[in-house]
C-alpha cells in the first residue's frame, strides 16, 4: 500500500517506516492534525528555501549544517478529534541543582555585559535533563495528546526526524500567521504570575521595557515590506500559570513581499534573542553552556489548505532514550536579578513537567 508505515497508527505503536512526522494541534482547536513523509525531508539553509512550501516547517534557533531548516511534505495526512488523555505518570529525576550552578554562571556572564552597555536586553536560557526508569515506558504520541488536554490555547505539536530527534512543544507565541485573509504576528514578551498578571497595573518596570523592545523590533523589522499595519496597545495574555505582556500586529505585506521574506525579518525576535541582535546572538553562544538547537527556533504549517501558522518553539522538551532535555529561557535586562530570573525559568519548565505527572524519584 502506498500508505504502509506512514500512518498516525504506526507512530502511535513505533512501526513508523517513513523519515519524518509532525503531529500538531492549533490553538483553542479541537481536533489536530498528523503529517507524514516518507523520503527525508528537505532542508535549507536560510528561509528564502520556503518560498514555495507546502508542509510542515520545523526550523531551530541558528541555522546550521547540524540544525537546518526542514520541511516535511505532506505524504500522509489526516486529521481526528483530540481524545482524552491517557498518558499515565512517569517516575523521573533531574540534575536542577547541577543546572542551578550553570545559570548562575549563564547569567553572571550576560549581566556583565548589560552592565557594560555591550547589550540592551539577552535572553539567558538553561536545559534541564529529565531521567526516568530503566522499566518506563514513555509514548510520545500520548505525551502529545495531554499537552494538548494541559494546554488548550496553546500551539502544540509534536515532531520527528532522524535529523532532529524527536520534539515536544506547547507555546504560546505566535511568530507569524495567514488566515486566507490577512497577516498576522505578535510581540510576547515580559512573565508573571496567573495569579499577579490579570491586573495591568501590576506589571513593573523591568517587564514593560522587555516587551517594548519586542514590539520595537516587529515594528522596525516590517516597515519596508508591509503598506499596512495596525497594532494594538499591549495587553496580559495568560499563558497555563503564567501571564506574559502581548502586542498584536495585523499588516498587510506590500506586493511581492513573500512569508520567506517576513521570516527572514522577524526570526529570532528579541523575545527569544535580544537587542542590538547580533550582538545578543554572540552573547548567547558565549553565555550559554548548552546549544539551542531548536528550542526557540519555530514550526508549523506552510502554504496548507490556503494558510501559514507558525509558532515560536517555546515550552519544549527534546524526547531521548530514557528520558528528555527540557529547555526554558527568559530576558535579562541590567536591572534584572538572578533568583528572580531562575524562579521564572522554573515556571516556565513546569508545563512540560506536567506530563509526567508528580515527580515520584
Known amino acids: 500500500m502506498a500508505i504502509e508505515g506512514l500512518t498516525e497508527d504506526d507512530a502511535l505503536e513505533s512501526r513508523f517506516g517513513g523519515e519524518g512526522f509532525v503531529f500538531f494541534r492549533l490553538p483553542d482547536a479541537d481536533t489536530y492534525t498528523y503529517v507524514a513523509q516518507r523520503d527525508a525531508p528537505d532542508t535549507f539553509s536560510?528561509?528564502?528555501?520556503?518560498?514555495?512550501?507546502?508542509?510542515?516547517?520545523?526550523?531551530?534557533?541558528?541555522?546550521?549544517?547540524?540544525?537546518?531548516?526542514?520541511?516535511?511534505?505532506?505524504?500522509?495526512?489526516s486529521s481526528r478529534p483530540v481524545p482524552p488523555a491517557v498518558c499515565p505518570s512517569v517516575p523521573y529525576s533531574h540534575d536542577g541543582p547541577v543546572r542551578r550552578c550553570d545559570y548562575h554562571d549563564s547569567f553572571s556572564v550576560c549581566h556583565e555585559a548589560l552592565c557594560r552597555g555591550l547589550v540592551r536586553k539577552v535572553v539567558c536560557s538553561r536545559r534541564l535533563k529529565v531521567g526516568f526508569p530503566e522499566n518506563a515506558s514513555v509514548n510520545p504520541v500520548l505525551l502529545f495528546r495531554e499537552a494538548c488536554r494541559q494546554n488548550p490555547h496553546c500551539y502544540v505539536s509534536l515532531w520527528w526526524t532522524r535529523r532532529t530527534g524527536c520534539w515536544l512543544v506547547a507555546t504560546p507565541e505566535t511568530l507569524l500567521s495567514f488566515d486566507g485573509s490577512s497577516w498576522t504576528t505578535m510581540a510576547l514578551a515580559g512573565t508573571m504570575t496567573a495569579a499577579e498578571g490579570s491586573d495591568p497595573a501590576a506589571w513593573n518596570t523591568k517587564n514593560k521595557e522587555e516587551q517594548r523592545y519586542v514590539s520595537a523590533f516587529i515594528q522596525n523589522r516590517?516597515?519596508?515590506?508591509?503598506?499596512?499595519?495596525?497594532?494594538?496597545?499591549?495587553?496580559?495574555?495568560?499563558?497555563?500559570?503564567?501571564?506574559?505582556?502581548?502586542t498584536d500586529f495585523r499588516f498587510v505585506p506590500k506586493d511581492g513581499v513573500h512569508c520567506a521574506d517576513i521570516l527572514d525579518r522577524l526570526h529570532p525576535t528579541p523575545a527569544v534573542c535580544g537587542v542590538p541582535l547580533d550582538a545578543a546572538r554572540r552573547l548567547i553562544d558565549e553565555a550559554e553552556p548548552d546549544g539551542r538547537r531548536y528550542y526557540a527556533g519555530f514550526s508549523g504549517m506552510i502554504g496548507m489548505d490556503g494558510g501559514t501558522h507558525l509558532y515560536v518553539s517555546l515550552r519544549c522538551m527534546e524526547l531521548q532514550p530514557g528520558g528528555a532535555l527540557l529547555y526554558a529561557g527568559g530576558g535579562l535586562l541590567e536591572s534584572s536579578d538572578e533568583e528572580e530570573e531562575w524562579v521564572e525559568t522554573c515556571r516556565k519548565l513546569q508545563p512540560m513537567l506536567e506530563l509526567f505527572g508528580k515527580k515520584r524519584a
Not at 528561509?47 to 541555522?63: Q, W
Open 46 to 77: 536560510d528561509c528564502a528555501g520556503l518560498k514555495d512550501a507546502r508542509g510542515v516547517v520545523i526550523a531551530p534557533f541558528s541555522i546550521s549544517d547540524e540544525t537546518p531548516i526542514l520541511l516535511i511534505r505532506p505524504d500522509y495526512i
Open 222 to 246: 516590517l516597515r519596508d515590506v508591509v503598506k499596512e499595519t495596525d497594532i494594538s496597545e499591549a495587553y496580559p495574555c495568560r499563558a497555563g500559570d503564567l501571564v506574559h505582556l502581548r
